[in-house]
């Protein structure tokens, strides 16, 4: 058993050139979550504040995490969309702020292109779109920016995605999707060494959907792209330990650990340091 992850039929192994900070896969990296929202499901309203925004970046870099993921608008269930410019008012200035104080890259999370450009202009290094570039003009404006993007499944959209999801066979279903996302993206001049793929789970699936899902990482591996997974304290880890949000935090890193094991490259997560302290001590009783 390993925590490295480190073949090439799995995508891993390569560097993501992260406007010029460089996230290398040699194993499993943290993708710490800061969410500048009111109403993100597990910590909207935190990191509102600029300065706590900052710290927070600070202190998850400190803590473990190899990139931070800046968003600006919810992707819970239910949640509403909001103006480009609210998206940016609320992304830009900490963005520009905390990439001069970090030694790691950092990521906008976004799908709207007006904000893809502006961010990646104040230094942002990565772009991870829940909507897979599909939205008008996203696939143009990732092509140009040439920074490595992350491209999610989602059924629907956040409004709707959880009003009864159907597959025929939900690994299958996504590993096509998230390959014919990846190809128009390289026809569209992405290059394939830029491409990151997220199954998205608890995005337009039900728990036995994810569980199966979580089952079919191997198969969507097997492709040759770099993997993100996030799992931080969603519904399905609620499901299974019947837990509210708060107490997730140990079942969110046993499903990090998890997916670690399996080799995706990169977790996203909120509970840096447990996360970071869990893939050390699994990559080391696991060597030898």
């Known amino acids: 058993m390993t925590f490295k992850t480190t073949t090439s039929s799995s995508g891993t192994g390569r560097t993501l050139d992260c406007a010029g900070k ?12 800061l969410n500048l929202t009111p109403d993100s499901f597990s910590d909207g309203g935190l990191w509102l504040d600029k300065t706590q925004a900052i710290e927070h970046s600070l202190a998850m870099q400190g803590a473990g995490a190899d990139i931070i993921d800046v968003g600006g ?20 200035p900490v963005i520009e702020s905390i990439v001069s104080q970090l ?49 999610m499944h989602m059924l629907g959209n956040p409004r709707v995605m959880q009003n009864n999801p159907v597959y025929d066979d939900v690994g299958a279903e996504v590993t096509t999707f998230l390959l014919e996302r990846a190809r128009l993206c390289e026809s569209s001049g992405v290059s394939k060494e830029n491409i990151v793929l997220d199954p998205g789970f608890g995005f337009g699936k039900t728990l036995q959907q994810n569980i199966a899902l979580f089952h079919a990482l191997p198969e969507l591996m097997s492709n040759d792209f770099p993997l993100l997974v996030g799992v931080s304290r969603k519904t399905m880890i609620g499901q299974m330990t019947g837990r509210e949000i708060p107490g997730r935090v ?10 670690a094991r399996m080799g995706v490259a990169i977790v996203r997560v909120h509970d840096v340091a447990e996360t970071s302290d869990a893939l050390k001590v699994a990559t080391a009783l696991s060597q030898g």
């Open 22 to 33: 460089k996230l290398v896969l040699d194993r499993t990296r943290i993708m710490g979550i």
């Open 250 to 259: 140990a079942g969110s890193i046993t499903a990090a650990a998890l997916a």
């Open 103 to 151: 030694e790691i890259p950092v990521s906008i999370d976004t799908s709207k292109p007006e904000v893809m450009r502006e961010a990646v202009s104040a230094g942002a290094g990565m772009i991870n779109d829940v909507y897979a570039l599909r939205h008008k003009g996203a696939l143009a404006a990732a092509a140009k920016l040439s920074v490595p993007v992350c491209l």
């Open 73 to 92: 608008e919810s992707t819970r269930p239910g949640a509403q969309d909001v103006s480009v410019q609210q998206e940016l008012d609320r992304v830009i």
